[in-house]
Structure formats: C-alpha cells, structure tokens
T-cell receptor, first 116, second 112 residues
Framework: DTGVSQDPRHKITKRGQNVTFRCDPI?????LYWYRQTLGQGPEFLTY????????KSRLLSDRFSAERPKGSFSTLEIQRTEQGDSAMYLC??????????????FGPGTRLTVL | DQQVKQNSPSLSVQEGRISILNCDYT??????FLWYKKYPAEGPTFLIS?????DKNEDGRFTVFLNKSAKHLSLHIVPSQPGDSAVYFC???????????FGTGTRLTIIP
C-alpha cells in the first residue's frame, strides 16, 4: 500500500498527558499537511511542511502543539498537556507541487484522539 | 467566519437517479475547488477538482460545475449507486495554494 499512513489509529489519554502521532506520506510527495476534524465539521488546517521546512501554522495550533518533519519524510505531531478540547480526528495529507501546479492532497486514515 | 458553506447536512437519493451536492464560498480569491468523499473511520478521498478558469469538469459519473459569479459549485453524480453513500466535503484553495478550506459536509444516502 503506497498511500498515506498514520499511527496510531486510535489514542485514549488522560487530561494533562502528552501524546505524539506519526504520519508517513506518499514517498514522492514533498508537501505534508496536518488537519484536525471535530464532529460535524470539515477538516481544519493546522500546519504544513514543504520538505523539512514548516512553512505555515494555523492560529488553531496553540503553544502546546508542535510538529516536525526532520528529514523531509515522515512527520510527527505532539500535543503536550492534553485538554478535553483536543479530542478530535487528526488527519495527515500529502501532495506534490514540484512543477508549481496545484496537486490534490491525499489523506491518511487519521488518528482519533480521545482525552478523558 | 465560515468561508465555505454546505447548507444541506444530508441528502437522500434513489439509486439510479442524479445526486446534486452544493457548496457556496465567500472569497473571490479562491481559485481551485475540490470534492472529497469520506467513509466512517477513513480519511477523505479525493474525487474531482476544477480550477477557476473552467466552469465544468467531468470524470466518469462525477461532474463538478463552477459558477464564479455566484461563488457556487456543485457536484453531480449520475447514476447514483449504493456505494456513493458517504459524507461529501467541498474544499477550496487560493494562491499560493498551500492549504485547503473545507465545508461542513453533506451526508449522502443512496436508497436502493
């Protein structure tokens, strides 16, 4: 399977704990995105990387959130001191823009976070 | 402020008939438009897209129409099949096209 993969698929944690999610994009894609989806809403943009550079962060991404893509391949999203409001589906997507045209984003299956 | 609106939370259509899903946006700077389909417990799957230089794009049973003056796009599925039952999201992008802004989704149910 050469699609976007995410790990874990589900995470249950207690309020105040730290959690880390991993995303492996499609191998030839240079762009990687993180989105968050809550019940009844569409995905909301959090941040994106072009290769290893983090180029934009949404104001939704508080100081407790940090994302990395150290070698321009996989990415991690860490949430520190989780709050119940962090409960959501965290989606990763990747795309290629090597020829400067727009290319569709392909999504992984998501990580569902539940904060108790 | 919701920049992308899908005003119908749900839609039921008889199998074999046409399904029409609608989406409105507010910002005329948006220039690329996409539709995604989402099944439960899966990520969104790309269906079809259109750029602002076109007003129609077809791919098999799926056609997207864009009305720039009305800031409106629609997705037509014909004929509708049971496997089309899912939540459909429209998404928009503007230069430099680095992120997508999604609508709230429409749940389509195809009745056999």
């Amino acid at each position: 399977d050469t699609g976007v993969s995410q790990d874990p698929r589900h995470k249950i944690t207690k309020r105040g704990q730290n959690v880390t999610f991993r995303c492996d994009p499609i191998s030839e894609h240079n762009r990687l995105y993180w989105y968050r989806q809550t019940l009844g809403q569409g995905p909301e943009f959090l941040t994106y990387f072009q290769n290893e550079a983090q180029l934009e962060k949404s104001r939704l991404l508080s100081d407790r959130f940090s994302a990395e893509r150290p070698k321009g391949s996989f990415s991690t999203l860490e949430i520190q001191r989780t709050e119940q409001g962090d409960s959501a589906m965290y989606l990763c997507a990747s795309s290629s823009n090597r020829d400067n045209s727009y290319n569709e984003q392909f999504f992984g299956p998501g990580t569902r976070l539940t904060v108790l | 402020d919701q920049q992308v609106k899908q005003n119908s939370p749900s839609l039921s259509v008889q199998e074999g008939r046409i399904s029409i899903l609608n989406c409105d946006y507010t910002n005329s700077m948006f220039d690329y438009f996409l539709w995604y389909k989402k099944y439960p417990a899966e990520g969104p799957t790309f269906l079809i897209s259109i750029s602002s230089i076109k007003d129609k794009n077809e791919d098999g049973r799926f056609t997207v129409f864009l009305n720039k003056s009305a800031k409106h796009l629609s997705l037509h599925i014909v004929p509708s099949q049971p496997g089309d039952s899912a939540v459909y999201f429209c998404a928009v992008s503007r230069p430099p096209r680095e992120k997508l802004t999604f609508g709230t989704g429409t749940r389509l149910t195809i009745i056999p």
